[in-house]
């Protein structure tokens, strides 16, 4: 039996191909996302190795807020100067430093735009002179207060020669400074894992990244011969006290890389969740692969029963061809997940402006995964097919036909069981647990309920959908032939459901979020103006809080209130909190009752947030704040969370210890009668020096704050692009083992008169509407899924329900489309058929 069924594989290469291409492209994309974090994991060691290679010990202060690299960004607490005289006294020091480095330094390039970032940091750094890692490529170093230097990346990227006048943003508004040098790194490097630096004269460094003078960010000491890393390490420690946290250079350097390791993590499940919508989809086709070609070896296999196989050694011998094919498949989807992660980590290299790779590798799990994966997928797709084939009769093998198509009513009753299994999940985590793994497993149950009642509806809808191309005589074959088999009809389109609803659900959702929140926006927000950008990278956009001032004073403009926002401990828990410098202007700005102005101890919240946390007005709250000592405030009013835009309001004395102590967002009401053509072109005048931000229209700020939404659709459906090529090839597959199975019958039709164009017509309509009837049911379930999701988030206000009609309208045209190049290799064989030869066919 077993070199039977070897030899049935090896007979038959052009169906193990097409078996296993679905496990290979599932399969790549898990070994790839192992790859590729392993890959970008092993770049941060180096990357942060070399930036601490001359640190043998470091020194900063305890942050007055612990910020992980998933919840923000972390803003250091500078160290008194007096800190490096101190470290110096100690035993086995033999330099001690103090440092400068903090992010936010945005250089402004000459095409008068600030230099993009798309993740490494852009450091401001106080000039210390060449050393191992430093070297001038051009110029000198700054040393007067309007002097800088920056290195060979911001040069490069900014278009930037020695003797320009550059603008930098940083805790302050843009100032001009002369270009006096640039430098380089070891091996001609241009930027140390793709950071932006540019470099001030310590004082000027101190002022402008750490808000006052006499202050380091770190203190980087060198240990003296005789004496360890960590013997020095624990002498500092002990000579500072508890304020202080002391770590040797490689302390360092791995706890900066395992901060970005914790993002990377992230990125590697949302990776490995794609897989398994692919491989969920890979499932159908090799379900639909096995029982097409269970049912072509019916006389084979009703064969071996006579000769005395067992009904265990046929499932065996079906089950084994899964093993084989997923060992196989397993293997060459390692080997192109090796070329993903490869390709994959360019591209954020690239994309990170420099960052060296380190040499692609595979680790373990990849390969245990890509085996268990490939393996598991394959035989759970191949046992309902086995247990078929155990099922046929020796007597079938006297017979010319194949077993007969077997009622639907099994089938169709499990489905409607599971399905509403799934829907009662996913309602209980959606309007009960909020559950994540409840409402993922409700969609996947649900799924798998619509796939088994997609045999049911697949006759009807697919005979609807034929009747567009029953006006010729291909046409209404290829509409029968689509209908003939309910079942290998149904799998294969929902195969393409499953992409193409996954796909409409998420576009549903985020429409309508985006629809809703638009809507809201435009009816809380009555600023005609606002001042301000959308945030792209860890820190948002801010401008010179003295616009502020000065937009009060143009003609037409009735008031003015800025916002500051920055994240802050409240009582013991991390959030955000936000500040402005006229609490009833803002509030006249959103439309709300007025609010009394705050004192310098008071501040405001939203209800639902004073709810939650169990405070009501005169309670009093210790709020730490990214600098500063913990301060005291008293809640003095709350207002509905749709009323203004901040959960917490404080005082604008407050923003003096923001991390980023520039406002962010202004907003600008204008008096009667005056017109916003009237007043934007002054008011992009005053934000002419900010280039981050710019004064626009409130439709217009609001559809720019929206934008995010449109970016998240784009990515799931470039994501899902996998699943739904697997699809594809599932229509494909579908096609090619049918014109094998229906040889005799082809030629019998080419033998009474039908062309081989009209043969090609056939198999194409019967891939087109194979494709549209599985969009038709992707975009019906999706919006479905989509609609449940928003009706969900209802008390979140996301209210209203958009159905995007012309993407649906788009994923049917594109089925359409689909289905027409799946049947070009297909149809092209039915054509070549020999007729004689097809006739005699057995």
Known sequence: MLRATLKSLLGRKLRLVLSGLAVVLGVMFVAGAFVVTDTLGRSFDRVFAAAYATTDVGVTAKPKIAVSEMEGEQVETPLPASVVDQIKTVEGVRTATGMVSADGARVIGSDGKVISSYGPPRLGNNWLGEDDQVKLRDGRGPTADDEIAVNAAVAKAGGLKVGDRVGVLTLEPKKTFTLVGIWGYPGNKDSIGGAQEVAFTTPVAQKLMLGETGVYSMINVRTADGSTDAQ??????AELGGDYVVKTGDQLAADSSGDLKEALAFFNKILLGFAGVALFVGVFLILNTFSIIVAQRTRELAMMRALGASRRQVIGSVLLEAVVIGLIAAALGLAAGIGVGAGLGYLFSTMADGLELAPVGVPLAAVLSSLIVGVVVTVVAAVLPALRASRIPPVAAMQDVATPDRPLTK?????????????????????????????????????????????????????????????????????????????????????????????????????????????????????????????????????????????????????????WQDQAQIDGKLDYVSATDDLAKLADAYGSAPLATLKDDQLVMSTQQADERGWKVGSVLTIQLARGDPHKYTLV??????????????????????????????????????????????????????????????????????????????????????????????????????????????????????????????????????????????????????????????????????????????????????????????????????????????
């Open 232 to 237: 020095v390490r624990d002498r500092i420690a």
């Open 411 to 563: 089938v169709s009753v499990t489905g409607a069981v599971v399905g509403a299994a799934g829907a009662t999940m996913l309602g209980i985590g959606l309007y009960a647990t909020s559950s994540l793994w409840l409402i993922l497993g409700g969609v996947l149950v649900a799924f798998i309920g619509i796939a088994l009642l997609t045999p049911l509806i697949s006759r009807p809808v697919v005979a609807l959908l034929g009747r567009l191309f029953s006006w010729s005589v291909p046409g209404r074959l290829g509409r029968l032939n689509s209908g003939r088999n309910p079942r290998r009809t149904a799998i294969t389109a929902a195969a393409l459901m499953v992409g193409i609803a996954l796909v409409t659900g998420v576009t549903v959702v985020m429409d309508s979020a985006k629809t809703s929140l638009a809507a809201q926006v435009e009816d809380t927000v009555k600023a005609e103006i606002v001042i301000g950008a959308n945030q792209n990278g860890p820190r948002p956009p801010t401008f010179d809080d003295a616009v502020l001032a000065e937009a009060r004073q143009v003609d037409g403009v009735r008031s003015v209130a800025g916002l």
């Open 637 to 842: 009013a709350t207002y509905d969370e749709m009323a203004l835009p901040a959960t917490y309001l404080l005082p604008a004395a407050a923003t003096k210890d923001f991390g980023i102590p520039s406002p962010i967002f202004g907003f600008v009401r204008l008096t009667d009668g005056t017109t916003v053509a009237q007043v934007l072109p002054q008011m992009k005048a005053l934000v002419a020096d900010s280039p981050e931000v710019s004064a626009t229209d409130r439709t217009t700020f609001v559809q720019e704050q929206l934008s995010t939404f449109d970016t998240v659709i784009t990515m799931v459906q470039v994501l899902l692009a996998l699943a739904i090529l697997i699809a594809v090839l599932g229509v494909v597959n579908t096609l090619a083992l049918s014109v094998l199975e229906r040889t005799r019958e082809l030629g019998l039709l080419r033998a009474v008169g039908l062309s081989r164009a009209q043969t090609m017509r056939m198999v194409t309509v019967e891939a087109v509407v194979i494709s549209v009837f599985g969009a038709l049911l992707g975009v019906v379930v999706g919006s479905g899924l989509g609609a449940a999701v928003v009706r969900a988030l209802n008390d979140d206000g996301i209210d209203q329900i958009v159905l995007p009609w012309d993407r649906m309208g788009v994923y049917l045209v594109l089925a359409a489309l689909v289905g027409v190049l799946a049947a070009v290799l297909p149809s092209i064989k039915a054509a070549r058929l020999n007729v004689l030869t097809a006739i005699a066919h057995d």
